[in-house]
């Protein structure tokens, strides 16, 4: 790495770049060499400002270096090219500079971050200071404290995440859903609430949780999952260490239908690539799909369904329409 791109992640972190340097920063995180500097270069300034005054102004002063850091990175989000880069630098930013923060001895004000990731953007990686690492999906929101309490880890969701909770029996980990809690202390699992489905799933992988929905409360084993369905407000719990695994096999760029209704398929495809379905016979609807592909081209997905099924796709512009086959 040669001294001018060291010089460029000083002035990320002094939050002294203008659009132009920005843009070429984005480019150097998609290099190793370069994330590792970033990282060695967060390290030094934590490190200053630890050795500094531990009271409230040396940690207003912490959070300054991280909003920066986080405001100049997030800016470019919804920049496709800047998707990668964007999510590692996440992963230092929550892994490197709060991981090292001392939990607060009470609960803090409610300052809270959010990040959304766009239909048609790859899933997003994220660290918090606890070091709990979140996997968050296409068309989904995250909600969450800048700095989590003494007592309690909550987070708010729309979409599908998965979750590696790192275990605090004293600090339970909750997720907050439409309708829904989910409560851990340490576990991995998936959790699935869109606002346009009428259907909340979430799958366990390890440890143990409790789903509780309108009153209704379901505790969890690992290679169980809850369905609970928000129209008859009756949730079911499925054992399939199969159908478990499958479930999450997004966060690894990997699309996977076990049994899945077409409407499911559909919608599923929308979000990760971003693209409007019209279903001319509703014929299509009646068939289910188990089949695993990675994240292809669009129209090579859509071919590798036309083989294994009736449905035809025809391009209308922007749109695709669904048909079944002559």
């Not at 490197?96 to 990040?115: K, M, N, Q, W, Y």
């Not at 969450?144 to 275990?167: D, H, N």
């Not at 369905?229 to 096999?249: D, E, F, Y």
Request: with cysteine.
């Amino acid at each position: 790495m040669n001294d001018t791109d060291d010089n460029k992640l000083h002035k990320l972190l002094d939050d002294n770049l203008d659009n132009q340097e920005y843009e070429a920063i984005v480019n150097l995180l998609d290099r190793e060499d370069c994330r590792k500097s970033l990282s060695q270069q967060m390290d030094i300034v934590l490190n200053r400002l630890e050795s500094e005054d531990t009271s409230s102004v040396g940690r207003n002063e912490r959070n300054l270096v991280l909003d920066s850091i986080r405001r100049k990175i997030w800016r470019k989000r919804r920049l496709r090219h800047a998707g990668y880069a964007a999510a590692l630098a996440a992963m230092f930013v929550f892994g490197g500079l709060c991981s090292r923060s001392p939990v607060s001895h009470t609960e803090p004000a409610e300052d809270f971050c959010e990040i959304a990731v766009a239909k048609g953007e790859r899933p997003l990686h994220l660290a918090f200071q606890d070091g709990t690492h979140v996997v968050i999906n296409a068309g989904s929101t995250l909600r969450y404290p800048r700095e989590f309490g003494s007592g309690k880890r909550t987070v708010q969701l729309s979409g599908e995440a998965y979750f590696y909770v790192k275990a605090d029996p004293a600090r339970p980990f909750t997720v907050v859903m439409e309708q829904a809690r989910i409560n851990v202390t340490g576990t991995a699992f998936n959790a699935r609430s869109y606002e346009a489905d009428s259907l909340t799933v979430v799958t366990l992988d390890d440890g143990s949780l409790d789903f509780d929905c309108n009153g209704n409360s379901f505790t969890l084993k690992p290679s169980q999952k809850v369905v609970y369905n928000h129209n008859s407000q009756k949730g079911t719990i499925c054992n399939s260490s199969t159908s478990a695994s499958r479930s999450s096999l997004w966060k690894d760029n990997i699309i996977a239908f076990d049994k899945t209704p077409m409407s499911e398929v559909l919608s599923t495809i929308n979000r990760i690539y971003d693209v409007e379905f019209l279903v001319r016979d509703a014929n299509v609807l009646e068939h289910t799909f188990t089949f695993t592909s990675a994240y292809v081209p669009l129209d090579s997905l859509l071919q590798d369904i036309e083989l294994i099924s009736y449905v035809e796709f025809r391009h209308n512009g922007r749109q695709i329409e669904v048909y079944s086959h002559p």
